[in-house]
């Protein structure tokens, strides 16, 4: 009797405060002495009062649908959900595990670079692309591989761009593995920094708004994860989308974790969710882990996001049971008796296996053939990749620009004849170039580079010889009394030195006029002047070949820099050259801008 007493006046206290915060939240919003000027939706109250929540003294509830073993909660509406999509909803999420295992394996044997799996978060994947129409824009974070496979992305294809290999048609071996892209699928490229899509995605919001051919039909989501939302893009973001409008979903994947910082040391409010509304954005926080809830919340968005031409906010809360990468080990922040726990307790793919079970629409058998179907599919898919080379080299130079400049051609040509010189005697060259398709003999010709006659370059030469001739003794390169050319000479005999006459300029040894220009450019401060002279000049090609190998970071920062340029030719020189080559030359300070 007692206990029964004491439960009843903890209910009754309760209901007495529910009462008393009920009528004080009705006080907040009378309207008794109106409302604020400027904003009529803001009444004016007589109570200081401060509020921390979005809902007065509650955190915001979690939608779902299913329970942990798969059944609907009572009071909950299924979302209409024919027995063909829901099998093949079971069925993409049975999917990615077996693709992340695979992959996740290959990176552990070299056979890629990097690799992120989305294990424990394949509901809130799959099931918010079930919810989209084909049309709708995607812009990922980097696990939304699920999307492409609901909307048809082949095996071959996500291999392919692991691999980097030739198949890669939308980033050519360029952009790490899980960066995934594809126009035809409507997937924007999947960027790096972190962040990048969000206010992105604002953008491409407003351009549907304003397309007549596709307004109020397509809309776009943004996927991000909790961490992601601490960035400034985040907030820029959602201003953006919130003043501009265009229908819009941003959905964040709150996995507990922005990689080894958990979320509880990320942000102290109530979740991601409650930034919503101050963004004036329709909210729903909903179960990450049930399929059947993220569709529903997500399809409702989009009819929100498309009928208002507005942003909406979905925040789907999950748990990341995969290491954040294959550069991460959880284990050293987290136990792994967590992980285990939330495996069994919480687990996504038994909970819509046992709904669909439930129905009829799965059985045992169903489990084992789908299983092993899948992973014959995708062991084949990964073999061939591998098989693979990757694409032309020639890719390096190609989609930024619609023409060449000048200066992306000579980089071209000097890979080709670099290429041509070493790609088959030295073996590390040799051995990457075999991973390239065509072993990279598919460069256009030298002849494709801009034609500039000999006459052109010596004329361009001629300012600058000029001032080196006609400088005062004082302001000419000063060279080490020691300092020798590669025939012996001293500085009184060198062209462009002290001493120099126009006419021994014109007809001596180009070598000397290449050296003088470069020391010229080098006293100037700069190596720019020494090089376009030489360059524009036609002044002994081979000096230049052997300087622009060199660093010239390097060679400037070094006590013998002339030995160092002169390095392939040292069999050319004498006795005298190679001992006056001994003598400590360093350039201080120079700025070194190519």
Known sequence: MRRAGISVLRASRTISRASYQTAALQNLTASKH?????????????????????????????????DGAGQVIEGAEVPELDRDSARKLYEVMMMLPALDNVLYNSQRQGKISFYMTSHGEEASIV?????????????????EMGVLVWRGFKLDNIMAQCFGNELDAATKGRQMPVHFSSPELHFHTISSPLATQIPQAAGVAYALKRDPERRGKSCAICYFGEGAASEGDFHAGLGIASTLGGPLIYFCRNNGFAISTPAAEQYSGDGIASRGPGYGM??????????????????????????????????????????????????????????EDWKK??????????????????????????????????????????????????????????????????????????????GEIWEPWRTERAKFK????????????????????????????????AAPAATRPILPANFRAVDGTAPDDHPVCDGCTPANNSGLDPTHAAEGLLAAGAVAGTTAIGLTAIRNSGLNGGFVDDFKRGDLRTIFSLKKPHDVMLREQESRANAAAAAARNAEWTLHNLPIDY
């Open 34 to 66: 109106g409302n604020l000027p400027g904003s009529p939706a803001s009444p004016l109250t007589t109570r200081l009062h401060f509020f921390n929540s979005v809902l007065d003294n509650q955190q915001i509830p979690t939608f779902r649908i299913l």
């Open 127 to 143: 099931g918010s692309a079930a919810a989209l129409e084909p049309t709708d824009e995607v812009l990922g974070q980097y696990r």
């Open 282 to 339: 329709d909210t729903i926080r909903v179960d990450g882990n049930d399929a059947l809830a993220v569709y529903a919340a997500v399809k409702e968005a989009r009819r929100r996001a498309v009928e208002g031409s507005k942003a909406v906010l979905v925040e789907a809360m999950s748990y990341r049971v995969g290491h954040h990468s294959t550069s991460d080990d959880s284990f050293a922040y987290r136990a792994k008796q967590e992980v």
């Open 438 to 469: 065509n072993a990279g003999n598919e460069f256009p010709g030298a002849d494709e580079s801009p034609k500039v006659s000999p006459i052109m370059r010596l004329i361009a030469a001629l300012p600058i010889l000029g001032v080196l001739i």
């Open 345 to 422: 307790i919480d687990n996504p793919h038994h909970r819509l296996r046992k709904y669909l079970e439930s129905k009829g629409w799965w059985t045992a058998e169903d489990e084992e053939t789908t299983r092993s179907t899948q992973k014959k599919a995708i062991l084949a898919a990964f073999q061939g990749a591998e098989k693979l080379p990757k694409p032309s080299l020639e890719n390096l130079f190609e989609d930024v620009y619609d023409t060449l400049p000048w200066n992306l051609v000579e980089q071209r040509d000097e890979l080709k004849k670099l290429l041509g010189k070493y």
